[in-house]
């Protein structure tokens, strides 16, 4: 089962510089083939078939435990999406063509069926699908698939930051590099220990540096490129016996560390009236739960 904690595990700057473009190049990062939904289901589901694991605890609770943080970073890309949307229509009059400025301009769908916000969809608009979860429940070749996702999702976050400067994108593709690197360290070391291929001498895929990076950079000089963070009060404590040793580039020694990070608020999404979110009369909206805030 699963608790929730309503903080994102990064904290992001405000809405405050709408940009519809960028929010679809960066629906990629959450419904396209390396997304963030496809990190996560891949995970949960090779976790909930995960066959002999109580010999193989170590790549169980591995598994379970990094789809966990899976689950946070579809929220994180959610919020970047809907930050980019915030403000990117006209708040005027349904009369007054409120939504003509985005006619043509970044996804029709963010506008057109949702209340400018995230599409569980990629670039194109095309849904996430199911078929993006490979589980064969053989666990070698599990792992390298794993390996090989965590490698195409670092080079999708590569590109979308190469498309945008917008601080609220930057700031989530930075923080989701440096978590992506650790996931890719985390099943070459689990490959490594199975079968005794170093494949962490793969590393860096793409080949640059997340040092190059400077919202990257940030997290690596705070340590965040060496922790695992274990996502449970009390479960997933064998993640320690694959998450041990130094890291591949920079030689420092790797830790797990109990519970979620900090992380940052969850930034509030401001009503967008001419797409009727929440609603066309927001003042009796708020009325309305006030009623139900005193019990009456
Ligand atoms: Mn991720
Ligand atoms: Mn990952």
New binding site residues.
Partial sequence: MFLRIDRLQVELPMAEDPDPKAAAAVQELLGGRFG?MS??MNYTYQSFNFRGKDALKPYYDLVSNIAT??LG?IEVVAATINGLLTGATDRKEVTDTPLKGVSGVGNPHHFLNNGQTALVANALGAPWQGDYVFNTGDLVLDMLHNFFLECG?RMGKLRVYETTDNPIARAMCGY?LV??GV?QVAYAKALETITGVEVAKMLNIPNISNEVIPEAKKFNDMGVHHTLYRFSPSDYQDIDKIWKGQHPEDGGDLKVVDGPPDGGPVNPLTPEPQVFAPGYHPGELAEIAQRLMRGM
Avoid: F, N
């Fill in positions: 963030e990190t996560l943080e899976e970073h999702a989701l978590r992506g996931h």
